[in-house]
């Protein structure tokens, strides 16, 4: 039963009644930014080109924050695929931190530089920025490089998108010829019915609750490290990706957390003008994405080795 606090913050986040106050605070964190982020310095975080440099050349891991992950540290607000645990956010906390060899930590590409996004995204970040980072920057490092966390936001939202097909391009090369291991949701299937892992070795997959993921967390990675530490562990499970991603690394594997990169694949394949619900896939940011039917793809169902949900 979720605590009285617990019911205002999500009223507050999501109550009907409050769309329109909220819209007109959001303008005015909007109009704030600028003197946000004069009084609270803005970490150092590195391209998304760069970002996918390094973690192909330096064959390294990444934990990648957005801003679900930023409200469930400083709001404890529960998400809609993860409610909130004290204990994961105080693992993310420790992660944001953390100097761990052979990892590295992303942060929102619009804490580096907004210019490159259409003005709603443009929007989003200075009012999110305004309003979270004040009490979110006493858990970063100052003194540490950053990453960036869009590398698997590589298509919806920006001005330009004739970078999309070299990123996408960029981030296969990653597995190219390497056995993967996925770490996924049940309802995510990452891959099914395109191209995106075509270039690996091949795909096994163990997959986790839709909801709730860090529920099962230590079966997650016991069940993860019977495996070779030479295949690349790729997760999408929300913010229990970057506890497990953290975990691996720390056992000597390279683990990516890949979050969303398969449906913004998809909607560059469609040349989707807006986020649509993706059949057969879990697409949380769309209206009856969560709704999903059964998977009948072959390939995918030859490719899960375990059910941990």
């Not at 860090?214 to 997760?235: A, C, M, P, T």
């Not at 957390?257 to 913004?264: A, R, Y």
């Not at 560059?268 to 059964?294: C, D, F, H, Q, W």
């Amino acid at each position: 039963m979720p605590s009285l606090l617990e019911r205002i913050n999500k009223y507050l986040h999501y109550g009907g009644l409050l769309k329109y106050p909220r819209r007109l605070f959001k303008y005015f964190m909007y109009a704030i930014y600028p003197i946000v982020i004069e009084i609270w310095k803005i970490p150092s975080i590195k391209t998304i080109e760069e970002t996918l440099l390094k973690i192909k050349d330096k064959k390294c891991s990444i934990a990648r924050f957005g801003d679900g992950e930023v409200l469930y540290i400083v709001d404890k607000l529960n998400l809609p695929f993860q409610v909130y645990d004290e204990r994961l956010a105080n693992k993310l906390k420790i992660i944001l931190k953390a100097e761990l060899t052979g990892m590295i930590v992303g942060l929102p590409d619009g804490y580096r530089s907004i210019e490159a996004y259409e003005r709603p995204i443009q929007v989003f970040w200075r009012s999110q920025i305004s309003f979270t980072y004040p009490r979110f920057q006493k858990y970063l490092n100052l003194e540490k490089q950053y990453w960036n966390a869009n590398i698997t936001r590589l298509y919806y939202g920006f001005k330009d998108q004739s970078n999309s097909n070299r990123f996408f391009d960029l981030f296969r090369t990653i597995w190219e010829k390497r056995d993967v291991l996925l770490i996924e949701g049940e309802k995510s299937r990452l891959g099914m019915g395109n191209d995106l892992f075509a270039s690996a070795n091949g795909v096994e997959r163990i997959l986790g609750p839709a909801h709730n993921a860090y529920s099962r967390f230590d079966d997650l990675l016991n069940e993860g490290l019977k495996h070779d530490k030479r295949k690349l562990v790729l997760i999408a499970l929300g913010p229990t990706a970057k506890a497990l991603s953290y975990e691996f690394t720390r056992n000597g594997y390279q683990a990516i957390d890949i979050g969303n990169l398969d449906l913004e694949y998809e909607w560059y394949l469609m040349g989707a003008k807006e986020r649509v619900k993706i059949e057969g896939k879990y697409t949380s940011e769309v209206k009856g994405g969560r709704n999903v039917a059964e998977a009948n793809d072959v390939l995918y169902n030859e490719q899960i080795i375990k059910k941990l949900f």
